[in-house]
Nanobody, 116 residues
Framework: QVQLVESGGGLVQPGGSLRLSCAAS????????MGWFRQAAGKQRESVAG????????NYADSVKGRFTISRDNAKNTVYLQMNYLKPEDTAVYYC?????????WGQGTQVTVSS
């Protein structure tokens, strides 16, 4: 089982930056896949970015390419989402996700609000 705790959300102005953190209860290098999803009010949850443990390869939603970067720190068992040039449409609850041997785990979510 994997426990995930997100942090780093908040209120930011358009064009600003935030860095989200996801602390895992076990080594992130041992978790097959980790990613960030988001869910805006009244909308379905969508994938934002992901990273695989084996190759370290990353993937991004088209809407965030060039603005968001996912990374991990194996020593801290933490995955990050660096978000730059934030837009109002990035406003959502952001969730950390882990897939370990076919089982999915979710964090509790952290609110990101982009507004002037």
């Amino acid at each position: 089982q994997v426990q995930l705790v997100e942090s780093g959300g908040g209120l930011v102005q358009p064009g600003g930056s935030l860095r989200l953190s996801c602390a895992a209860s076990k080594s992130v290098s041992s978790i097959n896949y980790m990613g960030w999803f988001r869910q805006a009010a009244g909308k379905q949850r969508e994938s934002v970015a992901g990273i695989t443990s084996a190759s370290g390869s990353t993937n991004y939603a088209d809407s965030v390419k060039g603005r968001f970067t996912i990374s991990r720190d194996n020593a801290k068992n933490t995955v990050y989402l660096q978000m730059n040039y934030l837009k109002p449409e990035d406003t959502a609850v952001y969730y950390c996700y882990a897939n370990q041997r076919g089982l999915g785990y979710w964090g509790q979510g952290t609110q990101v609000t982009v507004s002037s």
